[in-house]
Structure formats: C-alpha cells, structure tokens
C-alpha cells in the first residue's frame, strides 16, 4: 500500500531535522533536578558522566527522528497524533540532556547527523509495515530505553543529583509512551527483532559515549 506523503509535511519533517539537529532545544516543563545544588566531580567521574548524558542526548535525538517518521507513514490519524505528541515530549529531554552536558563542560555526539536520518529511515519502513507493527516498533523500543535509562541510574555517582534526577522523569516519560503504543493496539515483535534491536542500541551506545 502506498501512503501519500504530501510536499508540505515533507518540508515541516526537514524543517523539525533542523531544529533537532542544529538549534537549541526547549523545554516547556522546568528542568528535573535544576533547583538542586550541583555536586563536586573528579575528572574521571565528570568524563563518566559527560559520557552517560551524551548516551541520553544522542537517545532523544534518534526517538525523534524516530517518532516523526512513524508518523510520517502510519495510517491512523490518532496513531499520528500520539506519535507527534510524543515526539514533542522528546524535545524536552533534548533539551534537558543538551544542557546538563554543557553545565559538565561536554558536548553531545559529533554524529547526531548520522543517528537522526538512520533512525528516521527505521521510523518511516516501521510506519510502512502497518500500525500494529509501527507501534509495536515503539513499544520495544521504548521498553529498552527504559532498561537503559535504570542501568545508567544504578553507574551515575550517587551524589550527582541533577543528572540522576534528568534520568528519572525521562525514565518516567519513556513509560508513559510504552504504555500509549499498547493502548493504541502495538503488536509484539517476534524475538529475533528484538533482540537486534538490543544489539544495534548497544552498538550505538558504546559509540556515542566517546564520538
């Protein structure tokens, strides 16, 4: 089946790449953890830490283009919305994750280039195999960054209060959008699916810790 992509929402999906890729994100709810008081780091632990929220950054920046292109495709025009909003709910945790990087002295992925349109492309073929798998797609996808985002909350300093309170609300969030994709009748991948899926996000992750 093919879907019909019109030229105006072709250009709105170029216009929200450049947005992602090269402006500053903003958030419309406050910071997690930005009325807490900034704890002291030794160089190693600052570099693990940079490390970790380049991790998340470079998450948010692929659930992005993730979410706009299984919105692109998908069929259902309530699916559509859901994906939009929350892909809406992703450029907070740009944002949030974009200035905890900058408060440590870091910088995000010299990649995002490449991890927005690979995921994007995943995105728009997700879409294209029909709504039960789209969302089905998004489900796995957000349970996986689930797990991930308890595994950097059991490494991140104990002390380090600001970022563990960042990762805790985007834990929250990607929950939430687990749980939206089953209510809107996601499918459950086959198990060879997902267990690339965790190859490929572990594969990512270990680059965008260091690139």
Same mark, same amino acid.
């Given at each position: 089946?093919?879907?019909?992509?019109?030229?105006? #929402?072709?250009?709105?999906? $170029?216009?929200?790449?450049?947005?992602? #890729?090269?402006?500053?994100?903003?958030?419309?709810?406050?910071?997690?953890?930005?009325?807490?008081?900034?704890?002291?780091?030794?160089?190693?632990?600052?570099?693990?830490?940079?490390?970790?929220?380049?991790?998340?950054?470079?998450?948010?920046?692929?659930?992005?283009?993730?979410?706009?292109?299984?919105?692109?495709?998908?069929?259902?025009?309530?699916?559509?919305?859901?994906?939009?909003?929350?892909?809406?709910?992703?450029?907070?945790?740009?944002?949030?994750?974009?200035?905890? /990087?900058?408060? #440590?002295?870091?910088?995000?992925?010299?990649?995002? $280039?490449?991890?927005?349109?690979?995921? $994007?492309?995943?995105?728009?073929?997700?879409?294209?195999?029909?709504?039960?798998?789209?969302?089905?797609?998004?489900?796995?996808?957000?349970?996986?960054?689930?797990?991930?985002?308890?595994?950097?909350?059991? /490494?991140?300093?104990?002390?380090?209060?600001?970022?563990?309170?960042?990762?805790?609300?985007?834990?929250?969030?990607? /929950?939430?959008?687990?749980?939206?994709?089953?209510?809107?009748?996601?499918?459950?991948?086959? #198990?060879?699916?997902? $267990?690339?899926?965790?190859?490929?996000?572990?594969?990512?992750?270990?680059?965008?810790?260091? /690139?």
């Amino acid at each position: 089946m093919v879907i019909p992509v019109s030229i105006d #929402l072709l250009i709105l999906q $170029f216009d929200r790449a450049l947005q992602t #890729l090269a402006a500053p994100a903003r958030s419309r709810r406050p910071v997690p953890g930005a009325s807490l008081l900034e704890c002291e780091l030794d160089a190693v632990q600052r570099r693990h830490v940079i490390g970790l929220m380049r991790v998340n950054h470079c998450g948010e920046v692929c659930a992005q283009a993730l979410y706009q292109g299984q919105a692109l495709t998908s069929r259902d025009r309530e699916v559509r919305c859901a994906l939009r909003i929350a892909a809406d709910e992703e450029v907070e945790h740009l944002a949030w994750t974009e200035r905890r /990087i900058a408060e #440590l002295g870091g910088r995000t992925s010299l990649l995002n $280039f490449a991890w927005y349109f690979g995921s $994007f492309t995943l995105g728009v073929a997700a879409g294209a195999l029909g709504d039960k798998w789209n969302l089905g797609f998004l489900a796995e996808t957000e349970r996986q960054v689930e797990a991930h985002l308890d595994g950097h909350l059991r /490494i991140l300093p104990v002390e380090d209060v600001r970022s563990r309170a960042i990762v805790d609300q985007m834990r929250l969030d990607e /929950i939430g959008h687990a749980k939206m994709a089953v209510h809107y009748g996601a499918a459950e991948l086959p #198990l060879p699916v997902r $267990f690339s899926m965790r190859a490929v996000a572990k594969v990512m992750t270990g680059i965008a810790y260091r /690139i």
